[in-house]
């Protein structure tokens, strides 16, 4: 990242922060940490889907995964955030390698519908297995984040906040190195990559694991921050609005994935004026921005690159 | 264990599995030729079910005329999804545009896109509850034989999936618009170059198999008793899955494997209670899925 | 495009508005599924709701001034709640909240007005746990702790001795079949419960696992629209045993969707549309001249929940406090609603009513003679 671009972020992520924070509006503040929760997910789903190329239609599961382990650990053992928070992603992560062993060797669509599977055999398990999950019931009275004593919605935003910029910034640094082109050389060609010497297997169960490790932190925000969580949440819907927030920021696009979280978690709050047809709203916009911006709005360097190229000899004249 | 009750899951089962495969059928055809998944698929079972309805509630035709009329409805709304959501990506003509990931996956956003669209429309217009449907029409009159219930229904979506599966080789394998349809999902590129109007093909294939999709969608409702806007949902996933497992391309596997996705379920709810009974389904999946990587009757086949 | 962002600026540019406008007006939130898949139940909420409060406001509203309903769709989605109550918490005209309408969302938002203190009456939420969230909760509808014994007592008297529970796989049909199977089998009987998760729409092979194991009586823990379905699967199996469920099946639309599969179904409830009582009648006439349709068991609990609000807000007076509303709703006794008189137990927060049996008969719900 250059550095002019890394000051305008982080001047643009204090003044917002610094504006909800001021506005006193608890439902913006609200809609934030929902919003941050999400772009945590969608650059985790987009390390897997967008950088290494293998599509996930199961992660809200994994999301789940960190969720449950979280509030579990802190209601069952009283644990407080700060250990379930890491936990949580260690667990997930744990389960995210145990799936990847066996379904890494899968491509394209055959690893799509194989994550949809488990996605769904999680939530089937998390809803039926009520002795340890308390299945459809939820789980309630999930302590809330506290820092030195302090707690309350400003505290949870500014928690969330930091670990997403940590989140994001660890994936960030993983796509733009070494390791990040060998996953795309992995997206772009694996028997290619491994002719290269890459171990494409390994690479795919990393890069996993990695994903759900941040899944999983993400469900423990989640858990921490809303006190009551059921599998409702977490089904293959949820799954959807994920991959959907990656494509229509960009797939492979890290700044692309937050813009994308965003938008999909604020337009619909700002349709609400909009009544019942909020619903269809919202798919006419994403359909109309998968219509005139089909690499997302942030695509990879190249890719935008080269849609504005194909979009202006198309003489659809859309530039900056 | 193997009594009556037993022969009964098993024809629950296949029951249930002729559900899968009608949809599958549709939502494989269009896989095969477009290499996407027509996430819209769902939506066009849904519509379909409306229009029937709509039609018995109005003109009350016989059957037979509502499974015609339902399925020209498909057919133009297979049409108007092609158009709306999977022409408008290939505007780009050139070699890295057809191969690039990127649009297939916003052909794939697109057709979600619309298929929320669709489903809210269809909620706003007839609200989220399950429509009332005149009981004569209910495909539910018991045959019983020998202790084992079936229905009219079971027989008139057998007939039909022998019907549009009889027809849809003979269309592929006979007619030259078959022919096309399998060289464009063999090779885009390669079927442009011998002059095959590659738009054409992707017409027909998008009419067929709406057309296929609709008509499964309106026995369905009858057969269940419910039509509802988001009934699409679980059939489509199901549909999915049974394409995968039957290898992606391959139409009479997609049939076989939503039957045996649909006798599993059915079978496995006599051992474990109903609630667990969609991790057998799933888990089927992925046994079959690490033992065949490529589906039960997919072939492998050298990747572009 | 330009044009829809547009649009939709000045559509929320105008909701904030036109707000402030009218001053004087008293401020209720209610929160329900107006989109998605639970959205036929929302509609109901909002129907009935709004007849509700025309007829409250015609009569006076609280002390002349009026009061208004902001309606905002939670599509049953927990993560939507929570917004939406930090949207109804900012809002300072807002003193009470109605809704939601599933468990799951009004639990997640429960815990919203738990810590900023807003009471919360639903209409449904049924969790066990609901009220136990806070002093500001509230819910009009009965519980199956209630339901469920007195469901387990009549079965028994009829001497029923082997019970098979089908039951859905969410927090409404895991306590009643719980509540149901627990009471059950304290007198003696023997109950084996089923579960299958939401969205199923074929029973058959359910039903055929129950028929293998030959019980006296099936008792149903699920919704009408599941309820219909399994009824027509069940009498295509050819099944001949007594049906019996909770008032969760009390709806018109069952005998709609059920045709003559559900006749003979028994079932309790709290509400009875053919009830001669003057409100219910006059509740009954104009939801159907309005909506078209008789009002079910869900209508009648949004009118309900409505009316006690709106009760508790006119004794609360007209410049009250969000504590003061709560202390009103908790005050709240012998509600004439049309489900029967509400009292809340001022501990528990949990309502109480008089349940009555009714049964499915020649295509009617039918209110069997009390023994």
Redesign the interface.
């Known amino acids: 990242m250059k550095p002019l671009a890394l000051i305008g972020t982080v001047l643009a992520v204090a003044a917002v922060t610094a504006a909800l924070l001021l506005s006193g509006s608890s439902y913006a503040v609200q809609v934030a940490i929902t919003a941050l929760i999400f772009v945590i997910l969608t650059a985790s789903l987009n390390l897997v889907t967008g950088t290494a190329g293998l599509m996930t239609l199961g992660h809200a599961a994994f999301y789940g995964v960190g969720a449950y382990a979280a509030a579990l650990l802190s209601t069952k053992l009283g644990l407080s955030f700060w250990v379930t928070l890491p936990l949580a992603g260690l667990v997930t992560a744990f389960f995210g390698f145990l799936v990847a062993l066996p379904t890494m060797r899968l491509t394209s669509i055959y690893f799509a519908v194989a994550t949809l599977a488990i996605g769904e055999m999680i939530v089937v398990a998390i809803t039926n297995w009520t002795g340890f999950t308390r299945g459809p019931m939820g789980i309630r009275g999930i302590p809330s984040i506290t820092v030195f004593g302090h707690e309350g919605l400003t505290v949870n935003l500014l928690v969330v906040l930091a670990a997403t910029l940590v989140s994001v910034w660890a994936i960030w640094r993983l796509t733009h190195s070494y390791y990040g082109n060998g996953l795309r050389a992995l997206r772009e060609d694996d028997q290619c990559a491994e002719a290269m010497g890459l171990n494409a297997v390994r690479l795919k169960i990393e890069v996993f694991t990695i994903a759900c490790f941040f899944a999983g932190i993400a469900g423990a925000l989640f858990a921490h921050t809303s006190g009551y969580i059921s599998p409702e949440s977490f089904r293959f819907g949820e799954s959807i609005l994920l991959l959907t927030m990656a494509v229509v920021g960009g797939l492979g696009s890290v700044p692309g994935s937050a813009i994308g979280a965003i938008i999909l978690i604020v337009l619909p709050e700002l349709l609400r004026g909009a009544g019942n047809v909020r619903m269809v709203a919202v798919g006419v916009v994403l359909f109309l921005c998968i219509l005139f911006l089909p690499k997302g709005l942030f695509g990879e360097v190249s890719a935008l690159a080269f849609a504005r190229n194909q979009l202006r000899r198309a003489g659809l004249g859309w530039s900056r | 264990m193997f ?1 009556v ?1 037993f022969l ?2 098993i024809v ?2 296949l ?2 599995g002729l ?1 899968y495969a009608l949809v599958a059928i549709g939502f494989t055809l269009i ?1 095969g030729v477009l290499n996407v ?1 027509n996430f819209a698929h769902g939506e066009v079972y849904t519509i379909g079910a409306f229009a029937g309805l709509l039609l018995i509630t109005s003109v009350a035709p016989p059957l037979f005329a509502v499974l015609l009329v339902v399925a020209a409805v498909g057919a133009l709304t297979g049409f108007g999804l092609e158009r ?2 999977f022409k ?2 290939r ?2 003509r050139d070699e ?2 057809i191969k690039s ?3 297939r ?2 052909t ?3 057709s ?6 669709a489903r ?2 269809l ?2 217009a007839f ?4 429509q ?2 005149p ?1 004569s029409y ?1 495909l ?3 045959i ?1 034989i020998g202790g084992v ?1 079936l ?1 009219d229904g079971n027989l008139v979506i057998l007939g039909a999936s022998i019907l549009m599966l009889a027809g849809l080789q003979w269309m592929l394998y006979r007619t030259r618009t078959g022919l096309a349809i399998r060289a464009v999902s063999n090779n885009v590129l390669g079927a442009q170059f011998v002059g095959i109007n590659t738009e054409r093909a992707i017409v027909a294939t998008f009419l067929v198999g709406s057309m296929l999709g609709a008509v499964a969608g309106i026995m369905v409702g009858l057969y ?3 039509i ?1 806007p ?2 699409g ?2 059939p489509a ?1 199901k549909a ?2 049974a394409m ?1 497992m039957g290898g ?1 391309s391959s139409i009479p596997g997609a049939v076989i494997s939503a039957l045996i996705l649909g006798v599993a ?3 496995a ?2 051992f474990v ?7 057998i389904a ?2 089927f ?2 046994v079959t ?2 033992f065949f ?3 039960i009757f997919g072939y492998s086949r050298e ?1 572009v | 495009m330009k044009s829809l962002v547009r649009t939709i600026v000045a559509v929320a540019l105008g909701a904030a508005l036109v707000a402030p406008a009218a001053a004087q007006e008293i401020y209720i939130g209610y929160q329900a599924p107006l989109t998605g898949t639970q959205s036929q139940y929302g509609e109901v909420f909002r129907n009935a709701a709004t007849m509700q409060l025309e007829k409250f406001n015609a009569a006076g509203g609280v002390g002349g001034r009026k009061v208004v309903i902001v309606w905002e769709d939670s599509k049953s989605d927990p993560k939507e709640a929570v917004a939406i109550g930090r949207k109804f918490v900012d809002d300072k005209r807002i003193v009470g909240v109605l809704g939601d309408f599933a468990s799951g969302p009004s639990m997640a938002v429960g815990e919203v007005y738990a810590k900023e203190g807003m009471a919360q009456l639903s209409q449904t939420a049924s969790h066990p746990d609901y009220t136990k969230i806070s002093k500001w909760q509230f819910r009009n509808i009965t519980t199956q702790a209630q339901e469920g014994p007195y469901n387990a007592k009549w079965l028994k008297d009829l001497g029923v001795k082997n019970v098979a529970v089908l039951a859905l796989q969410n927090d409404w049909g895991l306590s009643a079949a719980e509540n149901f199977q627990k009471s059950f089998e304290q007198l003696g009987g023997k109950a084996t419960t089923e579960y299958f998760n939401p969205g199923t729409r074929d029973f058959r092979s359910i039903l055929t696992k129950v028929q293998r194991t030959n019980p006296d009586a099936v008792y149903l823990a699920m919704f009408y629209e599941e309820g219909a379905l399994l009824l027509q699967q069940a009498k295509q199996l050819g099944m001949k045993v007594p049906f019996y469920s909770t008032s969760a099946l009390y709806a018109p639309k069952l005998i709609e969707l059920g045709g003559d599969a559900v006749d003979g179904m028994k079932l309790t409830t709290t509400f009875d549309a053919n009830n001669p009582a003057a409100n219910v009648r006059a509740f009954v006439e104009d939801y159907k001249k309005r909506y078209g349709q008789e009002p079910n068991q869900f209508a009648a609990q949004g009118y309900d929940a409505t009316g006690i609000m709106l009760e508790a807000l006119k004794r609360a007076g007209p410049n009250a406090t969000r504590a003061q509303v709560r202390d009103a709703l908790a005050a709240t006794k012998d509600y004439p609603g049309v489900t029967g008189a509400t009292t809340f137990d001022p501990q528990t927060r949990e309502p109480s009513k008089t349940l009555a049996k009714m049964e499915v008969k020649g295509g009617k719900f039918v209110v069997m003679p009390q023994q």
């Open positions: 009594d009750h009964q899951q629950n089962g029951s249930l559900v896989f998944v709306l959501a408008p990506f505007r780009f890295a545009s990931r990127a649009m996956e916003a794939l956003l697109s979600l896109a619309l298929s929320i669209v809210e429309v909620d706003l609200g989220g509850e399950m009332v449907i009981q209910l539910q009159t018991p019983m219930a229905t269940d008793g419910s509802f988001h009934m949902f679980g996933v999915f899955v995968v992606l379920e059915s079978v709810t006599d209670s109903a609630g667990w009974k969609d991790l799933y888990g999946l992925i899925l690490v990587p490529r589906g990747r």
